[in-house]
C-alpha cells in the first residue's frame, strides 16, 4: 500500500504553482505554471533515482528501471495541465499517484521484471491550445507534429512556440514505442462512484468527442441607428445557435452532450450591432451515430442563420471516436480492488484522456475515484484523503501486476 | 463658403492616426492614438492663432476670439474618438468641419461679435469606458466628475488614470459655462437622407436610451460529465437572454432598438460549462414609456432565468432621456441651408451625441448629413466630398449667424 499522507502532501504542494485564490487552480499548458510544476515533478523523480526524458511535444517520461530492460515497459500517467479557474486534482492526481507508486516500490525495494514510466502528457486539457490529448495524440500517431506545433492560443501563440519558450521542447521524438500495459488514475469529474458510495471505477469505455469552430459573420451596425429589421446580427445569431446546440444535447439525452464553452464577439463594443461571433461547439455520446446525427443537426442550425444575414463557417477540429479499453488491463485493476477489499463499478467515462489514445497503440485501461458532487472543471472541484489513497492503491497493484508479468 | 479641398485633406490625414487595414479606424477614449490625434488638433488650431483649453475631463476648448469677449460663446463640436474597427467619419468629421468653418473665417477676416469655441469632447462612444457622452455629461452636469474618473475599461483601467497616461488631464474644472448657441454636425449614421437624396438633415430630437450590465451566475461544470438536465449554463442562459433583448427591440419596431453589443463568458474554455457572462444591454425609442417598458421586460427576461438556475444581476448604467432641441437654433441652420440652395429634412437622431447633453444647459441642435448605406460602427463607413463640403457650409452659416447677433 502506498504513503497516503505522502501523497497527500504533494498534490498540496503541487496545487500552490497556479493556485487561485478560490482554492483551484489556472495552470494552462505550456505556461509559466506549468513550467514550476514539471520542474518540481523531475526534481521529485530525480531525488528517487528515476530518469527522466522530455519528448519533442514536451511529454515527459519517468522510468523506474525494471530487471530487464528489453522488455516493453509498464505505462501509468496523466497530465499536469489544468483548465482555467479548474480544480486542483484533475490530471495531477493521476501523475503523484504514480509517482507514489514508483516511491512506494522504492520503499520496499521491490525489483520489477519490467521498467515503469510514468508520463506526463502535455496540454491535455485543451483550454489553451485545441484539441485536448494533443501530445498524446501525436505520441499515439493520431495526428503529425507539425499538425500540433501549427495549434496556437487566444493570444496567437502557437505550441512550438510555447515548447520552446518554457523549455521542454526535447530532443526525443513524440512517438510511441511498444508497451505492455497502460493505467491512467484519474478523479471521475462526474457524481456517480459518490452518489452510490463505490470506491474504484473501473472504466471499460469512453465517449466519443466532436469538436467544432464556428465563425459567425454579420455585419457591424449602429445599435442607435440600425431598425431591428435590417440587422444582420452576429450575436443573436449566435444566441439562436446556442439555444440549438443545447436542444441536439437535450435530444440526445440521458448520454449526449453539447457545449458551448467559449466565444468571442468583435468588436465587443456596447453600442455596435456585432460583426462576428467566434465560438466552439462540442459534441459527446458513446455512439459513433449519435455523433454522426448530431453533427448534422449543427450543420442544419449554421445554415439556418442564412435567415438572418450571417453565414456561418462550421470547422470540424477533433474527432474523437468512442473506445473500449482492454479487458485483460481492467481485469488486472478488478483483481487488486478485490484483493483490498474496495467495492468497484464498472463505467464509462464521459471525459477523454491521454490514455484513449495509449489504448489505440497498446493494451490500456482507467482507474476512476469519486469527486464531491461530481464537481470539476472547477476551482470547487474536491476529493477526500481516504479516497485518494484508494485510487493510488489500485494503481499500484495494477501496475506491479502488470510489471512482474 | 469652406474650402472643402482643404477639409478632406484633414480628414484624410486624421484617418491615419488609429487607422486599420480595412479603411476604417481604432481610435479608442485616452488611447495612444487619441492622444496623437489630439496633438494634431491642437497644433492645427494653434497655428490659426486659437486658444487651446483643455479641462479636468480632458474636454479640449478650441477659441476664435470675437469683438466681444463678455458675450456668451457660440458653441460647436463632436468627437475625435472611435469605437474599436470603427468608422473614419463618426464624430471627427464634425470636429474637422468645426476647425475648417474657423479657418474660412480667418481667410476671409471675418470678425465676429461673440467667440467661437470649438469643442473636442472626451470619450463619447462609450466603447472603451461605458456610458457614452461621459464628459459632456460631467462638463453639462449630468455626472459627477468622481464618478467619470472611476469608470474603468475593460483591463481595469479608470477615465482618471487614462486621462493622466496620456497627459490630457487639463487644470480648468470641467463646469458649463454660458453658451449663446451650440451646433453639432454629424453624419447621419443610418440610411434615410441618402435615400431620399437629402442633403442636409435639421435634427430636431434624439431618442432616449438606457443601458445595463447584466451579470449571469450559473456553475462552472465538465462538458463531458455533466448531463444536460443538471447543468447551470450560464452561456445557454444568455443566449436564452439575447434572443429575449431582440424580441423587445421588435416588439417596439419601428423606433425601438434593442442591442447587446458585449459579452464576456468565464471561463471561456470549450470544455467547460461556462460560469458567468457579463454583457451589456441597451435599448432606445424616443418615448420614455417605451424605454420603461422595455426595462421591465429585460428584468422578467432576467428573473426567468432562475428557471436554469441562473441568477442574473441587472445594473442600470445610463439612463438618457429623449430630448428635443432648439427651435431657433434649428432655424438658423434652416435659413442657412435655405440660402445655400441645399435640401433638408426634420429628423431624429438614433444616436446619441454630446450636444443632447449641452441641449440641457445651452440653446442647441444638429445637422447631419448622409454617409453611405447608413453604415457606422463599421470600417466601411463612408461619405463622399461633396456630402462633407455641404455640411461643413450648412455649419459654418449657422454659427457666423449665431456669431454676429
Ligand atoms: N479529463 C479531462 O477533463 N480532459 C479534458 C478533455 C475533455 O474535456 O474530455
Ligand atoms: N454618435 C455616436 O455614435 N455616438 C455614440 C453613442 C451612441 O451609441 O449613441
Redesign the pocket.
Known sequence: AVNAARLWSTLETMAQLGGTPAGGVTRLALSEDDRLARNLLRDWAREEGFSCDVDSMGNMFIRRAGKNPELAPVMTGSHVDSQPLGGRY??IYGVLAGLEALRTLNDRAIETERDIVLVNWTN???ARFAP??LASGVWSGQFSQEYAYSRTDSAGVSVGEALEAIGYQGETPARAFPVHACYEL?IE?GPILEDEAIDIGLVHAAMG?RWFTLTLDGFAAHAGTTPMHSRRDALTAFADLALKVEEIGIQHAPDGRATIGMAHITPNSRNVVPSRVVCSVEFRHPQTEALVAMEAALRQAADNLAARGVTANVERIFDYAPIAFDAGCLSRSEQAARELGYSTKRMVSG???DTCYISKIAPASMIFIPCVKGI??NEAENIYQSWSEKGANVLLNSVLLAAQE
Do not use: L, T
Open positions: 484533475d490530471g491535455e486539457e485543451g485536448a490529448m484519474h469529474q468527442q471525459a477523454g484522456h470539476s472543471h
